[in-house]
């Protein structure tokens, strides 16, 4: 069975394994020279792409076993975060924040750095506090913040290089309900303000198109007990989908095209249990690189990007989602510099991508900013030893949990290897 990401972009002839026990798993793990786990395929990067074997968690059995003090519970790690998400609401609990898309393994969105947005929210990849690992000799490990403390802090953001998680150990908290507002504002006035709301609201982010002076700005509040929304969307693809095909086929149109369309109204609300609010469908296909900015520098790095492809009017069919995330102590997270803006750029699949995703980055990386690591990027070795300071003790332990490669591809052999 061939295997390839969500945006088909990335595509592997390897084949592809769903395990239903750990024993099946660990035996997989053991007879195979290269392995490489997947969740939905949300990467853009060659992170799952593999020449060996190549592993599907989403089959496996498992059950979530909530702590006594209800602070943390055992998660089989291969459940998506929407499956996840829901068995936690039946117990009463909830993730204090998810991003807006929920298809995504909770191993898969912890390995890396995953995250929604909020002043003091930070990536999913915090919340762990335990690994139950197959190693590359079959044989199951765990790590915590005590017991093989090097190997946890690495796992914590481990990119798939130190083994394949089976069970995590995540905190959690309280049941909670959101109120979702939507509204189209000048760019203007969200430029000006964006950071007092971003103190005021647990959650705020926007949506700019960049042929455009308006913007779509989204919060996010905790509201009283109400009943799931009607809406599994924030936002009306149909039209934007139509509009994104004229674009592919006359390139030229898109910055009238993006102009008209925000004429329309964007206003709307959802109200509902948390997990419900926080993702949304999300059917059209894209590619997408995202940098993590300084929160310093962020409002004024987007306004250098859009004026830019402003003024070259570049077809750039998507709008840039603009989010605030929580600094972290993770070693390869791109949050553990001090809170960041993270500035996601998208382009519809159906047109070129490549040289515009790679100019943008010169101007991300200018202004000081790390990628996600799941999103499309250029990073060499020696950048990420430039911008990774644990870099080299992260290889370190990588070496000294799978000392033949098991768990390394090409991409990741040629930053970590």
Same mark, same amino acid.
């Given at each position: 069975?061939?295997?390839?990401?969500?945006?088909?972009?990335?595509?592997?002839?390897?084949?592809?394994?769903?395990?239903?026990?750990?024993?099946?798993?660990?035996?997989?793990?053991?007879?195979?020279?290269?392995?490489?786990?997947?969740?939905?395929?949300?990467?853009?990067?060659? @992170?799952? /792409?593999?020449?060996? +074997?190549? #592993?599907? !968690?989403?089959?496996? %059995?498992?059950? =979530?076993?909530?702590?006594?003090?209800?602070?943390?519970?055992?998660?089989?790690?291969?459940?998506?975060?929407?499956?996840?998400?829901?068995?936690?609401?039946?117990?009463?609990?909830?993730?204090?924040?998810?991003?807006?898309?929920?298809?995504?393994?909770?191993?898969?969105?912890?390995?890396?750095?995953?995250?929604?947005?909020?002043?003091?929210?930070?990536?999913?990849?915090?919340?762990?506090?335990?690994?139950?690992?197959?190693?590359?000799?079959?044989?199951?490990?765990?790590?915590?913040?005590?017991?093989?403390?090097? @190997?946890? /802090?690495?796992?914590? +953001?481990? #990119?798939? !290089?130190?083994?394949? %998680?089976?069970? =995590?150990?995540a905190e959690v908290v309280?049941?909670?309900?959101?109120?979702?507002?939507?509204?189209?504002?000048?760019?203007?006035?969200?430029?000006?303000?964006?950071?007092?709301?971003?103190?005021?609201?647990?959650?705020?982010?926007?949506?700019?198109?960049?042929?455009?002076?308006?913007?779509?700005?989204?919060?996010?509040?905790?509201?009283?007990?109400?009943?799931?929304?009607?809406?599994?969307?924030?936002?009306?693809?149909?039209?934007?989908?139509?509009?994104?095909?004229?674009?592919?086929?006359?390139?030229?149109?898109?910055?009238?095209?993006?102009?008209?369309?925000?004429?329309?109204?964007?206003?709307?609300?959802?109200?509902?249990?948390?997990?419900?609010?926080?993702?949304?469908?999300?059917?059209?296909?894209?590619?997408?690189?995202?940098?993590?900015?300084?929160?310093?520098?962020?409002?004024?790095?987007?306004?250098?990007?859009?004026?830019?492809?402003?003024?070259?009017?570049l077809p750039v069919s998507?709008?840039?989602?603009?989010?605030i995330v929580a600094p972290?102590?993770?070693?390869?997270?791109?949050?553990?510099?001090?809170?960041?803006?993270?500035?996601?750029?998208?382009?519809?699949?159906?047109?070129?991508?490549?040289?515009?995703?790679?100019?943008?980055?010169?101007?991300?990386?200018?202004?000081?900013?790390?990628?996600?690591?799941?999103?499309?990027?250029?990073?060499?070795?020696?950048?990420?030893?430039?911008?990774?300071?644990?870099?080299?003790?992260?290889?370190?332990?990588?070496?000294?949990?799978?000392?033949?490669?098991?768990?390394?591809?090409?991409?990741?052999?040629?930053?970590?290897?």
């Amino acid at each position: 069975m061939s295997w390839s990401n969500w945006s088909g972009s990335v595509a592997a002839s390897a084949p592809l394994l769903r395990p239903k026990t750990e024993a099946e798993l660990a035996n997989a793990v053991r007879g195979a020279a290269s392995v490489r786990a997947t969740g939905a395929g949300h990467s853009f990067m060659p @992170l799952c /792409q593999s020449d060996g +074997l190549i #592993l599907s !968690l989403e089959d496996m %059995a498992g059950t =979530i076993t909530v702590a006594p003090d209800r602070r943390t519970a055992r998660i089989p790690a291969g459940w998506s975060i929407k499956r996840l998400t829901a068995a936690l609401w039946d117990e009463g609990l909830a993730l204090a924040n998810q991003g807006d898309v929920n298809p995504q393994s909770l191993a898969g969105a912890m390995a890396t750095g995953t995250h929604g947005t909020g002043r003091d929210l930070g990536n999913l990849a915090t919340f762990a506090r335990g690994f139950r690992l197959i190693g590359a000799d079959g044989e199951p490990v765990w790590c915590d913040a005590t017991t093989n403390p090097d @190997l946890f /802090q690495a796992q914590r +953001l481990s #990119l798939g !290089l130190f083994g394949i %998680a089976t069970e =995590i150990e995540a905190e959690v908290v309280p049941a909670f309900h959101l109120a979702e507002r939507i509204e189209k504002k000048p760019w203007g006035e969200i430029r000006e303000r964006y950071d007092e709301l971003v103190e005021q609201q647990r959650h705020v982010e926007f949506w700019l198109f960049p042929h455009s002076d308006s913007a779509i700005l989204k919060t996010l509040e905790p509201c009283d007990p109400c009943d799931p929304p009607a809406s599994t969307t924030d936002i009306e693809e149909t039209a934007f989908r139509r509009l994104l095909n004229v674009g592919a086929f006359v390139p030229a149109l898109v910055p009238t095209l993006q102009w008209a369309m925000m004429k329309t109204s964007f206003d709307g609300q959802r109200r509902g249990p948390a997990h419900a609010i926080f993702p949304s469908d999300r059917t059209i296909r894209f590619e997408e690189m995202e940098y993590e900015m300084p929160r310093a520098t962020g409002l004024e790095t987007l306004e250098e990007v859009v004026r830019w492809i402003r003024r070259k009017r570049l077809p750039v069919s998507f709008p840039f989602e603009f989010r605030i995330v929580a600094p972290d102590d993770i070693w390869m997270s791109p949050m553990n510099a001090g809170p960041v803006a993270a500035i996601s750029m998208h382009q519809y699949a159906k047109m070129p991508w490549r040289t515009l995703f790679a100019d943008a980055e010169a101007i991300f990386r200018a202004h000081g900013g790390r990628p996600h690591w799941a999103k499309r990027h250029t990073l060499t070795r020696a950048d990420v030893d430039m911008l990774y300071p644990m870099a080299e003790r992260y290889r370190a332990v990588r070496r000294a949990a799978d000392p033949e490669g098991k768990f390394l591809n090409q991409h990741m052999t040629e930053l970590f290897s």
